[in-house]
């Protein structure tokens, strides 16, 4: 297995080096949707390549939850995407306009342009908990958002918070790691 | 030998042939497991790529799955079925990637043609479906391999078809050449007979073994003809004892023989005397005391005389008989025709009283014997001719001489008497057969065999041809002088 043990120093390198390669508004299939869209099927995707501890569920038959701190377009596009999807073979529960006590009990957080305003209250309570926030503002990784989302050229990328994310009990997959760029006190770190 | 090896050569081409094919099979089988786990892999391990849309980091990373040399391509196909990414190695022209799958992918296929290997495996993440990878994977090892298990094949049968021809060289030399050897001296002994040649030993312990028992049963051979020989000597000798003894008892009877002949020879002179006492007194009684017989008496002392005399001439032929057995004849040429005419004169008062018509076909040539001897014999012919005639007949007597082989003279006696019935010819020539009662024909019994001891005292035969009454031919054949 040629990728088992590879280094991870030669893996961040290389997605560094990689600058114009993330999707964008432009999308895996090639097709061309809004950005909203698009941002939204990347946050159902993250949760395929993150891992749940068991304690986050609270019966086995719990539900996936996800909530929208606030509202916007990528909010509203996750009515779609998430809407007929299930996640680790659980139903998807939306919560749109969660408030931060919500959000803070939900699997996956997005963070929209007009939940900004209460990050640091949300970060404040989830910090060290396993749920996933996802933002998409310049600088939100670097305050304490999990992964978040910026366009880069036609694509778009994301930036992971490693500290937080070793912090939040969450168990992210190389996979999803080797595709990020590492922001935080652990950026440059190889992973 | 050949058949010998050629199963053991069919079951050594088939056994690696066998193990070629399941060979083959085995690598093949590998193949298919390494390339669906490379799939597997690049299905694992590109699920983020082709979710996030990373082409670039997908297109770098791809040929970082296949350092295994054997792999050919691999593929991205995102969700759609529409290529993503890909990677080929840069070797002999291989078939150009599919653009656009031409297959859903819901579960691992593979797909085997000779020359390749090809795998679709699903890339699946938390259950969601984002692509399919695929792998194509070169069989061209597989093919390299069983050109080698074939050269292999090969090799080893023509190791084994050479291992055969010297297996069967050396027991040409271990087996056949001895036994070549040992039939080529059977052969000798047989046509020479040669008893006393031995085998010489060689070859396995089974040709020694033969030899040894065709050298056994020679000396078994040789030691009974040794015995043989011994007893053929033996019996030689035993022959050589008996001819002696033969030769000594013959002159013992020879010797018993001579003294007989002298015996009867003195008996019979002896007895004349007594007989002529007979002859001469009957004679004077009946001349001077005649006339005092009456005719009764005189007729008893004339048969007294006629048996006295008969008896004489009995003794005298008995004489002459004796004395052919005891004389030495002198062989030599003598005229026949003296002979016949010597003999005819003896017995002329015969003749002439039987009124008998003698016949003598002159010439009758010259022949070897004695003249004495064989008017003897003559003389008893002619008279036998003149006597035995039908009662009233005149006696006709024919004497001629033919040639019944260059180097033989036959001299016949025919007459036209009473005959001789084929039954008694053999009988008529033994002393003292007589066929017909002396009271109507007088005789002795002894003259035909005077004749006949006459006769082979010259050294030659004597014959009859007769039939009753048709007359009789007595023959003596003697060799040409």
């Not at chain 1, 659980?90 to 939900?106: M, P, Q």
């Amino acid at each position: 297995m040629p990728f088992s043990s590879t280094s991870l120093a030669l893996r961040s390198l290389i997605a560094l080096a990689i600058v114009a390669s993330v999707a964008s508004a432009r999308a895996a299939d090639g097709r061309v949707y809004d950005e909203a869209r698009v941002k939204a099927e990347f946050v159902e995707r993250f949760c395929r390549f993150v891992d749940w501890p068991d304690e986050a569920f609270v019966t086995p038959a719990a539900p996936f939850v996800i909530a929208v701190l606030g509202k916007d377009p990528v909010g509203a596009a996750l009515r779609d995407v998430a809407g007929h999807h299930t996640v680790k073979g659980r139903r998807v529960v939306l919560l749109e306009s969660a408030s931060v006590a919500e959000a803070a009990g939900a699997h996956v957080v997005w963070v929209s342009g007009e939940g900004l305003i209460d990050l640091d209250a949300l970060l404040d309570r989830t910090h060290g908990r396993p749920v996933l926030t996802v933002a998409g503002a310049p600088g939100a990784a670097e305050r304490g958002v999990l992964i978040n989302l910026r366009r880069d050229g036609p694509y778009v990328r994301f930036d992971i918070n490693l500290s937080e994310v070793q912090a939040s009990g969450l168990r992210f997959s190389s996979k999803l790691l080797r595709l990020g760029d590492i922001v935080g006190p652990d950026a440059g770190v190889p992973r | 030998m050949v058949a010998l090896l050629t199963p053991t050569i069919l079951v050594v081409v088939v056994a690696v042939g066998l193990m070629a094919s399941f060979d083959a099979d085995v690598l093949r089988r590998h193949l298919v497991d390494t390339t669906e786990t490379t799939a597997r892999v690049v299905a694992d391990y590109s699920s983020a790529d082709l979710a996030f849309g990373s082409r670039a980091e997908s297109q770098a990373e791809l040929s970082r799955f296949v350092q295994d040399a054997r792999m050919l391509a691999v593929a991205l196909y995102d969700a759609r079925g529409d290529l993503f990414s890909s990677w080929a190695r840069d070797v002999a022209p291989q078939p150009a990637l599919e653009k656009r799958l031409s297959r859903a992918v819901e579960r691992p296929a593979v797909h085997q043609t000779p020359a390749a290997i090809e795998v679709w495996m699903p890339v699946v993440q938390d259950e969601e479906h984002f692509g399919t990878a695929y792998v194509r994977a070169s069989t061209a090892e597989i093919v390299v391999r069983q050109r080698a298990h074939l050269a292999t094949l090969l090799l080893l049968g023509l190791l084994l078809a050479g291992l055969g021809v010297l297996v069967a060289f050396v027991a040409q030399r271990v087996v056949s050449q001895p036994i070549l050897r040992l039939s080529a001296a059977a052969e000798h002994i047989a046509l020479h007979r040669d008893y006393a040649a031995r085998i010489p030993s060689g070859g396995t312990r089974e040709i020694r073994t033969l030899t040894a028992s065709l050298n056994g049963m020679l000396a078994a051979i040789e030691q009974h003809q040794r015995e043989r020989d011994a007893a053929v000597a033996e019996a030689g000798r035993h022959a050589d004892n008996l001819e002696l003894r033969v030769r000594e008892r013959t002159a013992d009877l020879e010797a018993s023989n001579r003294e007989l002949e002298a015996f009867s020879y003195s008996v019979s002179h002896d007895l004349r005397a007594p007989l002529r006492a007979i002859q001469g007194f009957s004679r004077l009684l009946l001349e001077e005391h005649g006339r005092r017989l009456d005719d009764e008496g005189r007729d008893f002392v004339r048969r007294m005389a006629a048996a006295a005399e008969r008896m004489d001439r009995l003794i005298l032929d008995l004489l002459e008989y004796g004395r052919l057995g005891k004389k030495a004849t002198e062989i030599e040429a003598i005229d026949l025709d003296a002979v016949v005419d010597d003999a005819v004169r003896h017995v002329g008062d015969l003749l002439a009283e039987r009124r008998a018509d003698v016949r003598i076909e002159h010439p009758l040539g010259r022949a070897r014997g004695h003249h004495a001897t064989l008017v003897q014999a003559l003389v008893n012919l002619l008279s036998n001719a003149a006597k035995f005639v039908q009662e009233g007949v005149d006696p006709v007597v024919r004497v001629v001489a033919t040639r019944p082989q260059p180097t033989l003279v036959r001299l016949a006696v025919n007459d036209n008497g009473i005959g001789i019935a084929r039954e008694h010819h053999d009988r008529v020539f033994q002393l003292f057969e007589r066929l017909h009662d002396s009271s109507r024909y007088a005789g002795t019994g002894v003259g035909l065999a005077i004749v006949k001891r006459a006769v082979e005292r010259m050294g030659g035969r004597v014959g009859l041809e007769s039939e009753t009454g048709q007359g009789a031919t007595f023959w003596i054949e003697l060799p040409v002088a």
